[in-house]
Structures are given as structure tokens and as C-alpha cells.
């Protein structure tokens, strides 16, 4: 190799710890940006807010969720979910049906 392709990958190297350093220096900008957010959060009671406002919402949740079980266990004790499934069993087989003789008629018109 020439002295020439030396000072080549030498530049190649500076160009990469430039970046490198520009990287570093990105990463304390962001790092001191994120702290002074995060204080600002906490003295502004932001983050007490939010977290009050998870928990209000997960009771939510939790009550909303309970009162479904106990309205599909009282369905499901008078019967009326099985009178769904039942239903929807015998509008399944009526359609089927109707499309069978939709067919049959297409076909019949068809050999004409």
C-alpha cells in the first residue's frame, strides 16, 4: 500500500469519530432535555394527575367489566342466550334453504 491510501483511511476515521462525537453530544442534549421534562412533570403535579387518572379509569374498567359478567350470567340463567344461539341456528338453516332454491331456480332458467 501507498502512503496515499493511509491518509485516505485516516480521513475515513476522522469523518467517523466526528460522527461519532456529534452522536455523544446529541445524547446529553437529549439526556438534559429529558430530565428538565421530567422535573417540570413532577413539579407541576402532572405525573399525580395522570397516574390519578389511570386509576380512575382501570376502576372504570373493573366495574364496567363486572357488571357485563353479572348481566350475561342472569342471560344465561333465564335463557335467553341459548334462545339466541337457537335462533341464529334456524335463520342460518333458513337462509341456507332460500339460497338452495335460489339456485335450483337460476339453474332451471339456466337449461332453458
Given at each position: 500500500m501507498s502512503s496515499g491510501d493511509n491518509s485516505v483511511?485516516?480521513?475515513?476515521?476522522?469523518?467517523?469519530?466526528?460522527?461519532?462525537?456529534?452522536?455523544?453530544t446529541?445524547?446529553?442534549e437529549s439526556s438534559s432535555t429529558t430530565k428538565q421534562l421530567v422535573n417540570t412533570l413532577v413539579r407541576t403535579g402532572a405525573?399525580?394527575?395522570?397516574?390519578?387518572?389511570?386509576?380512575?379509569?382501570?376502576?372504570a374498567i373493573r366495574d364496567i367489566a363486572n357488571e357485563v359478567n353479572e348481566t350475561v350470567?342472569?342471560?344465561?340463567?333465564?335463557?335467553?342466550?341459548?334462545?339466541i344461539a337457537s335462533a341464529v341456528v334456524e335463520t342460518t338453516n333458513e337462509a341456507r334453504n332460500t339460497i338452495g332454491i335460489?339456485?335450483?331456480?337460476?339453474?332451471?332458467?339456466?337449461?332453458k
Open positions: 483511511r485516516i480521513h475515513d476515521c476522522s469523518d467517523q469519530a466526528e460522527s461519532i462525537k456529534k452522536a455523544a446529541d445524547i446529553l405525573i399525580e394527575e395522570i397516574a390519578r387518572a389511570i386509576l380512575e379509569t382501570t376502576i350470567k342472569d342471560l344465561k340463567e333465564r335463557g335467553t342466550i341459548k334462545d335460489a339456485k335450483a331456480a337460476i339453474d332451471a332458467d339456466n337449461t
